[in-house]
C-alpha cells in the first residue's frame, strides 16, 4: 500500500441556499483549512457558486487555494444541444479537478442509470478530472446479502470502459445508502471489508497492483467521532463528508484528524 495524503471530500449538495450563505461559509472554511497538508481537501459546492473561484483568480489563485475544486456531477458531451447540462470540459475550464459521479441521491431522485454514469466517468477522464464514483447499496439489499452483488455491479458498469492507464485516475467512494444523512454510520469493520471487495474487484479486471493503489474512500454519516475508525483503516485513503462538511467547526476536526494520520 502507498501512504499517501488522506483524501477529505466535502459534497456541499444543493447547500447553502443563497450566495451571502455561501460566501458566508466559505470564510469560515478559509480560517480552517491553512495548515493542513497532509490532507487533499476537495471542495464540492453546487455548480452555480464554481465561477465565484474562477473569477476572483487574482485575489485568490485558484493554485495557492489549501484546496481543489469539484463538481457533483457532469455530462458526458462536452458540448451541444443538451438543455440543462454541464459539460467535463466546462467544469475543467473552471478550475475543477474533480467530479462526484453516480452519488445515491442522483441514481435515487433524478433515474441516473449506471449505464449514464459509466458514460459521464469516461468523459471526466478523458477531460483531465478524477471522477469519485459512488458505489453503495440500499437497506434492503442489506437486508437481503446482496452489498457485494451491488457494489460490484455498479463498480464494473461505471469503469467499463476505463483503460489501464487511465484506472488510477479514479476514485471510488463506498457509500452505503442507508449510512447517508441518517446518522447511522456503518461499522469500520464493514466499511474495510468492502474496500477490500471494491479492489479485489480492480485486481479481477487489472492487476493487483493497481488494486493496491487505486484510491478508495468511505462516505455515510461521517462525523468527527466516527472519522477516526474510518482514517485509520489501512485500506481507505479517506472520506466523503456530506453534513459534517457544511458545519465548520466539525469540518475543521475531522481535517486535523486526517491531517495527523496523513502523508505527504
Ligand atoms: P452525509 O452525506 O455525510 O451527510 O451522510 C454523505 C454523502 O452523501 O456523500
Given at each position: ?84 447540462e454541464i ?10 479537478s474533480y ?116 484510491q478508495v ?48
Amino acid at each position: 500500500m502507498v501512504f499517501m495524503k488522506k483524501i477529505i471530500v466535502a459534497n456541499w449538495k444543493c447547500n447553502p441556499p443563497t450566495y451571502k450563505k455561501f460566501k458566508q461559509l466559505f470564510a469560515q472554511l478559509q480560517k480552517k483549512v491553512r495548515n493542513f497538508k497532509k490532507v487533499e481537501l476537495v471542495i464540492c459546492p453546487p455548480f452555480v457558486y464554481l465561477p465565484f473561484f474562477f473569477f476572483s483568480r487574482s485575489s485568490f489563485p485558484t493554485q495557492h487555494l489549501p484546496f481543489k475544486l469539484g463538481a457533483q456531477n457532469c455530462f458526458w458531451e462536452e458540448e451541444g444541444p443538451f438543455t440543462g447540462e454541464i459539460s467535463p470540459k466546462m467544469l475543467k475550464d473552471l478550475g475543477c479537478s474533480y467530479v462526484i459521479l453516480g452519488h445515491s441521491e442522483r441514481r435515487e431522485f433524478l433515474g441516473e442509470k449506471d449505464k449514464e454514469i459509466g458514460k459521464k466517468l469516461k468523459a471526466s477522464l478523458e477531460n483531465k478530472l478524477r471522477p469519485i464514483l459512488c458505489v453503495g447499496e440500499t437497506e434492503e439489499e442489506r437486508k437481503k446479502g446482496r452489498i457485494f452483488k451491488v457494489v460490484e455491479r455498479q463498480l464494473l458498469a461505471g469503469i467499463k470502459k476505463v483503460k489501464k492507464q487511465e484506472i488510477e485516475k479514479v476514485i471510488i467512494a463506498y457509500e452505503p445508502i442507508w449510512a447517508i444523512g441518517t446518522g447511522i454510520s456503518c461499522s469500520s469493520n464493514e466499511v474495510l471489508t468492502a474496500a477490500l471487495v471494491i479492489r479485489k474487484i480492480i485486481a479481477k479486471k487489472f492487476n493487483q497492483k493497481i488494486a493496491c493503489q487505486i484510491q478508495v474512500l468511505y462516505g455515510g454519516s461521517v462525523k468527527e467521532k466516527n472519522a477516526p475508525d474510518y482514517l485509520t483503516q489501512p485500506h481507505l485513503n479517506g472520506l466523503l463528508v456530506g453534513g459534517a462538511s457544511l458545519k465548520i467547526e466539525e469540518f475543521g476536526q475531522i481535517l486535523k484528524i486526517a491531517s495527523n494520520l496523513g502523508n505527504n
